[in-house]
């Protein structure tokens, strides 16, 4: 779906008053060349995926509390989701380190960066 911001910088791209809907005159300064360099620059950064920003606690070793943690919201039945917003890790982080301590198997297809590795505080 295309945002409201998009939705006007195209149409002063194609010379049309975004507020009135009417054509923007020749000598309207959203004509010239270096503005409409200007909003095909915007569009481009507003149509780029946006990256999510990684994990605050995204590559720092776990701690005996955090497992505890893990272990205790997993058993609970909480999702990966929510223990991952909750530990502010990722979901993979999450999931990774569900299999590392044999709490869940690792899903088709998911491959553990790093071997095996044991449990914090052992």
Do not use: C, K
């Not at 779906?1 to 002063?12: G, K, P, S, Y």
């Not at 272990?71 to 039945?77: L, N, P, S, V, Y």
């Not at 909480?78 to 380190?97: F, K, M, N, Q, V």
């Amino acid at each position: 779906m295309e945002t409201r911001e998009l939705q006007i910088l195209r149409q002063l791209l194609n010379g049309i008053d975004p507020v009135s809907g009417r054509r923007l005159s020749r000598s309207s300064p959203y004509r010239r060349p270096e503005i409409v360099d200007a909003l095909n620059a915007a569009v481009a950064v507003l149509e780029e995926p946006r990256r999510a920003l990684p994990a605050p606690r995204s590559g720092m070793p776990w701690t005996p509390e955090e497992e505890r943690s893990l272990t205790a919201r997993f058993e609970a039945g909480e999702t990966i989701g929510d223990i991952a917003g909750h530990l502010e890790r990722s979901p993979a982080a999450i999931t990774a380190r569900l299999i590392q301590l044999e709490l869940i198997e690792a899903p088709a297809g998911f491959r553990l960066r790093f071997g095996p590795t044991a449990p914090a505080g052992t």
